[in-house]
């Protein structure tokens, strides 16, 4: 089968074709896991997330074949997950799945921790790094999270390995690195708090002794992240899990041109639809669009003189302006020597 003799899953067939699977299947599964059991989990993530049907069939037994040579389940207890990404599934691992992955070296264990408004939390670097978090009556509520932390110990070692991320920091960090030409098809806008614990375990999995499935699942988040993972059957069944799909587009500038026009959300999703994998015709459309603005003394601000040269539009100030404008600052989070309580 390949992705051009079908261009979507077919719910008839899907059954036989996990059936002819199996071998294959089982030959790359752990001892813990058997065909059975995955193909069962497949139908299982197809009938919660019908949009994986709209998934070409290459991509979605390639991500199982995939989830299985790792040796996790998808969309059970966080290990892993089936999301669709256009007309692709792709495999994402959870930080539960990261942290089982860890265990199997049995050299290392590592957890993380989710914090939130009304927790008592202390954490501290340097050489005798600690994190203490005791939940409070919020613990659990998604608009309440306001920081998630890791914490690895290798085996042997007097001191473990943490590390501490608030949550504005996060969702900076997530629309830096996000490539998806549709910001919003990225996987943390559906599983934010996933997204969130898992940034910061990332970070002390380098610290941490590493394995083959490692290097794969790490490898398979980078690209489900700038939203290239395109794994077919014999990708995943030689596990050539680190191969990538198409180039990354660089669509920041685009980005950068559209905010400075201050188009509202949906002019801007339309013009990336229109002009999907064509980033450079859409930043010469914009150029010309801002030039436009700037022609008509709508844009920077900038105005013609009668030499036709460009000067800085003078704007009318208060007569009160000269003093600067008291503004309210915004409460800051109490810190204890380095360390935040709360």
């Known amino acids: 089968m390949t992705a051009s003799t079908a261009i979507a899953l077919n719910p008839r067939t899907i059954i036989s074709e996990l059936e002819k699977l199996k071998p294959q299947m089982e030959a790359a599964l752990p001892r813990h896991l058997n065909p059975d059991r995955m193909a069962r989990i497949a139908l299982t993530a197809l009938r919660l997330n019908p949009k994986l049907f709209n998934c070409t069939p290459e991509s979605f037994y390639g991500a199982i074949i995939a989830a299985s040579q790792l040796g996790l389940e998808p969309n059970i207890n966080g ?135 490692m290097a794969n699942a790490t490898a398979l988040d980078l690209s489900a992240s700038e939203g290239r993972q395109k794994l077919t059957i014999d990708m995943a069944l030689h596990n050539q899990l680190e191969a990538g799909g198409e180039p990354i587009e660089d669509t920041s500038e685009a980005e950068t041109l559209m905010e400075q026009l201050h188009w509202p959300d949906h002019k801007r999703e339309m013009a990336r639809q229109n002009y999907e994998g064509r980033a450079d015709e859409l930043v010469g459309y914009l150029k010309g669009e801002l030039a436009k603005t700037q022609g008509n003394g709508n844009g920077n601000g900038h105005q013609a003189n009668g030499n036709g040269h460009a000067q800085p539009a003078q704007s009318a100030q208060p007569a009160a302006s000269a003093q600067p404008q008291q503004q309210a600052q915004p409460a800051t989070k109490p810190q204890t020597r380095g360390a935040v309580r709360w």
């Open 79 to 213: 290990q892993c997950y089936l999301i669709p990404y256009k007309d692709t599934c792709t495999l994402v691992p959870g930080w539960r799945g990261y942290m089982d992955l860890l265990s199997r070296t049995g050299r290392a264990s590592a957890w993380t921790g989710a914090v939130y408004d009304g927790d008592e939390f202390d954490f501290e670097y340097g050489d005798k790094p600690f994190v203490r978090h005791k939940p409070g009556k919020w613990s659990g509520d998604k608009d309440a999270l306001i920081y998630t932390y890791s914490v690895g110990r290798q085996n042997g070692m007097e001191w473990p390995v943490i590390d501490v991320w608030d949550i504005d920091k996060i969702w900076a960090h997530r629309d830096r690195n996000n490539r998806c030409y549709n910001k919003k098809d990225h996987y943390s806008f559906t599983h934010p708090e996933m997204y969130a614990r898992k940034v910061p375990l990332l970070q002390v999995l380098k610290y941490l002794p590493s394995s083959v499935e």
